[in-house]
């Protein structure tokens, strides 16, 4: 299913693998994410803008699959996801976005089923 938003498109698809859609926000990856990505020596970084996230920050977290780190997987699921019974052999794991990059998102629909909130420290 592809929604419009802004101009853009959010694809949500169905995988056989998640009871719920997944949603790809590839289009929401900034042009400048390569050369932030190279210039980064911070432990974290944001997976839209590449900048570094320091471990003091608010970040956001998702979890992505199928192959790709932008496609990301409904919160509900994100314990099937990392559970040995997921058969998505593309799981990608965990992943940080930085409290500026998150907003880009907020327009896309249920985006708040597909983000844990910030935490406020890391180990």
């Known amino acids: 299913m592809k929604t419009t938003i802004k ?3 959010i ?3 169905y995988n056989p693998d ?3 859609l997944t949603i790809n926000i590839e289009d929401y990856v900034s042009k400048h994410y390569e050369k932030n990505d190279n210039n980064c020596t911070d ?3 944001c997976i839209l803008c590449g900048k570094g996230i320091k471990h003091t920050s608010k970040h956001h977290t998702i ?3 199928e192959g790709i780190q932008y ?3 409904h919160k509900d699921e994100w314990d099937y ?3 040995k019974e997921n058969t998505d052999g ?3 794991g965990a992943w940080d976005i930085g409290s500026e990059c998150v907003r880009k998102l907020k327009d896309i629909p249920n985006i708040k089923n597909y983000i844990r909130k910030p935490i406020k420290e890391r180990a």
């Open 7 to 9: 101009g853009e498109i």
């Open 11 to 13: 694809m949500s698809e």
């Open 18 to 20: 998640y009871k719920n």
């Open 43 to 45: 432990n974290f970084q």
């Open 63 to 65: 979890v992505a699959g």
């Open 71 to 73: 496609v990301l997987i």
């Open 81 to 83: 996801a990392q559970s």
């Open 90 to 92: 593309g799981f990608m």
